[in-house]
């Protein structure tokens, strides 16, 4: 059974799409049934052209992702989704809303927080390396929520799992 995963941003411009792209991409190498979508609680209605470029200069496809409501994942037809991480403080903050997950249980939510590249300092260049950090940053924690044994774990152990990770 597929792993859905939804990864929220404020705006859904850079680090939630970063973190979507970054997943699928990882699941896919590794052969995972893991599924990543992003979502903003305020869409921008666009990317933001720092994360396109680095997830592209990667080898990460961006096929398919535009910026979208957190609503569009509350929907009766919506993916069963087993775990929600916001990424960014301001959507954290955030009431959520109702999130349908795997046997009618709501998904499992936890915090990554990211800084925002796109406030980085020295112009585009800046700019530029602080979303390749970022990007590598994210990746690094996505590739440790494939390597947890997902199907196999508990909400609780899942919960404490995620949680870890989010502190590395």
């Known amino acids: 059974m597929t792993t859905h995963v939804l990864i929220l941003c404020t ?7 970063l973190s979507e792209c970054m997943l699928n991409h990882l699941a896919q190498q590794l052969g995972r049934d893991v599924r990543a979508h992003s979502a903003g609680s ?3 209605g666009r990317i933001n ?3 396109l470029q680095v997830l592209q200069a990667a080898g990460v496809s961006t096929e398919g992702c535009h910026s979208k409501s957190w609503d569009a994942f509350s929907q009766p037809d919506s993916p069963p989704l087993s775990i929600v991480i916001t990424v960014c403080d301001s959507a954290a903050a955030e009431t959520c809303p109702v999130f349908t997950g795997q046997a009618g249980e ?3 939510q ?3 927080g990211y800084p925002d590249p796109s406030n980085a300092e020295g112009g585009d260049e ?3 390396r602080a979303f390749e950090l970022t990007r ?3 990746g690094y924690r996505m590739r440790q929520l494939l390597d947890l044994p997902l199907a196999q774990m508990d909400r609780p152990a899942l919960r404490a799992a995620l949680q870890a ?3 590395s």
């Open 126 to 128: 800046g700019k530029r």
């Open 110 to 112: 936890v915090h990554w």
């Open 49 to 51: 052209p720092f994360a």
């Open 136 to 138: 590598q940053a994210i």
């Open 106 to 108: 709501p998904p499992v």
């Open 11 to 17: 705006h859904n411009s850079a680090r939630s799409v």
């Open 42 to 44: 305020a869409p921008s």
């Open 165 to 167: 990770i989010g502190r």
